[in-house]
């Protein structure tokens, strides 16, 4: 069996169990930003393929430490090393634990900021419609007031002007994006305008 065979048969239907922000869809995002990232950076495709397709495996326990746990699925998968060196396997999974944007801190290699940079997805209608989504998913008691409010904390915290959210690749095209996504997130009236819409048509797939 071939490595790409491997992960689409046996590692991606995992996301189909996960919530509407980590699906299927999502991971395969990140795999295509990843590939994009790694030939633009020289890394090796192979790793950064794993590393993309792993990186979200962890949230079957839960958010709060999914990066940990996602490393520690792929060094526990005794299939890899059938494609990765021990030394790979390692970097790999030190990547997958570096992704997180919430850790603050800089990947200690570079495929940990490539799947960084690929796992942000800062395209403005895509960042708000997974937001929505996973306070959806995760606050089910809240009111459409108070999803909205979830929703403008979230953003704030993470992508406005002093968030959290880190970018490690000055090549990277998430930089432009998130400057477009900053003004989007200013513009309090459009912002509701725009939540009220994804809002209705994730409720209508309830």
Known sequence: MELKEYIEKE???RYD???GAHTRRHVENVIRNSEELCTLYGADHDMC?????YHDLGICEGRAVHNIVSGRILVADNVLPEWFT???IEI???AVEDHRASLGKEPRSLYGKIVSEADRELD??????RTVQYGLDNFKGLS???QFCRFCRHLDEKYAEGGYLKLWLDKSPNRARLAELRKTIADRGGLRSRFDSIYAEEMKEK
């Not at 403005?124 to 419609?129: E, F, G, I, S, V």
């Open 17 to 19: 169990a996960f919530d």
């Open 49 to 53: 393929y794993v590393v993309a397709a």
């Open 86 to 88: 021990r030394e790979q």
């Open 92 to 94: 790999m999974k030190e």
């Open 11 to 13: 590692i991606l239907p």
């Open 124 to 129: 403005t209608d895509t960042c708000l419609r």
């Open 144 to 146: 459409m007031d108070e």
